[in-house]
């Protein structure tokens, strides 16, 4: 017919991950009831949010902890991971940010006080990279092995220790608290 058409797909409402449409007619050009030109889809879309997920994260601190050990600047750190599973390809770079659910004892040395559920006393949590050096709360990172158009499946590594409060007693018992993990993408 001498003329190019394009046709483009608007989105007019929610569409559910990983929907698949079928191949097939997708539209009809019609001029009154003479149907001039059909468009076929023959390719299959995948809708993918442009996120990742990622699973809540329990860190066992240990039971057997003694005043000796909380005194020290080499309190033991116990490592854990935040994992992110099926990032799609889409995802350039991934910020995260460290968000206190408890009051913050220091931002920038990336410590929290316990939660008001702990029985112990004197001592707070302190978190870490996995070079062990102190993150700061409330502060945006960059995950830096997410670069790259991959996609798939990775794991923060991170470090977690109690800190010593200085001037106050400590009190043996249960230990707990909690920080949000927040991702951004790019």
């Known amino acids: 017919m001498g003329a190019t058409y394009t046709l483009g797909l608007v989105k007019t409402g929610n569409i559910p991950t990983n929907t698949k449409p079928i191949n097939g007619l997708l539209a009809t ?19 993918q949010s ?3 997920k990622s699973p809540d994260v329990q860190v066992n601190m240990g039971t057997d ?6 005194d020290t600047a080499n309190t033991p750190k116990v490592a854990f991971n935040i994992n992110l599973i099926d990032c799609p390809k889409a995802i350039n770079k991934i910020h995260y940010t460290l ?18 559920d702990s029985i112990a006393r004197g001592i707070g ?7 062990s050096q102190p993150i700061e709360l409330e502060k945006s990172q960059v995950f ?3 670069t790259g158009n991959s996609g798939g499946n990775f ?3 991170l470090k977690a220790a109690y800190y010593r409060i200085p001037n106050e007693s ?6 707990n608290s909690s920080v949000t993990f927040i991702m951004s993408y790019l």
Not at 29 to 47: A, Q, R, S, V
Not at 99 to 116: H, Q, Y
Not at 170 to 175: I, S, V, Y
Request: glycine content about 4%.
């Open 29 to 47: 050009y019609k001029k009154g009831d003479l149907e001039l030109i059909k468009f076929y889809l023959n390719l299959t879309i995948t809708h």
């Open 50 to 52: 442009a996120s990742c």
């Open 65 to 70: 902890h003694t005043v000796s050990s909380l």
């Open 99 to 116: 968000k206190a659910n408890t009051s913050i004892i220091d931002a920038r040395a990336g410590i929290v006080e316990l939660s008001a």
């Open 125 to 131: 949590l302190q978190l870490f990279n996995e070079n």
């Open 144 to 146: 830096t092995d997410s």
């Open 155 to 157: 794991q923060i590594p």
């Open 170 to 175: 400590l009190t043996p018992g249960t230990a």
